[in-house]
């Protein structure tokens, strides 16, 4: 399966299973097995760690302990459509997680920035204490 010019998956590492789903379909949909689990055993492939690594906080509880990712798509009637959406969410994910993060930049406030928050601060502080009750002498 292609993802990019540069990242190709092996169609093996990929198995889809197709389950019964609830929703649309009527009576129909307790006979047909229109549902699919897509599962690709990521830990297998022949993806750069970097990319694997991202992948995985991505995926989140979608990744099993042995590195299987696994998708489930059941929102059309037909077993041909839910299987290129489950195609489709894999494609996504993978692309999101080949986009390297933007390194952050340390970065400080400016002076100007500093002085009106010190001033907001000492306007709301000043508020404040005017709903106290009165002082007595």
Partial sequence: MRITDEIMIDERLIEERFVRASGPGGQHVNTTSSAVQLRFDLAASDLPQA????????????????????????????QARNRE???????????????????????????????????????????KALRGKPAED
């Fill in 51 to 78: 990319l694997k690594q991202r992948l995985i906080r991505l995926a989140g509880s979608r990744i099993t302990a042995e590195g299987v990712l696994v998708l489930h798509a059941s929102e059309h009637r037909s």
């Fill in 85 to 127: 959406a489950a195609r489709e969410r894999l494609r996504t994910l993978i692309l999101q997680a080949s986009r390297k993060p933007k390194p952050r930049k340390a970065t400080r406030p400016s002076l100007a920035s500093i002085k009106r928050q010190k001033a907001a601060k000492a306007a709301r502080s000043r508020t």
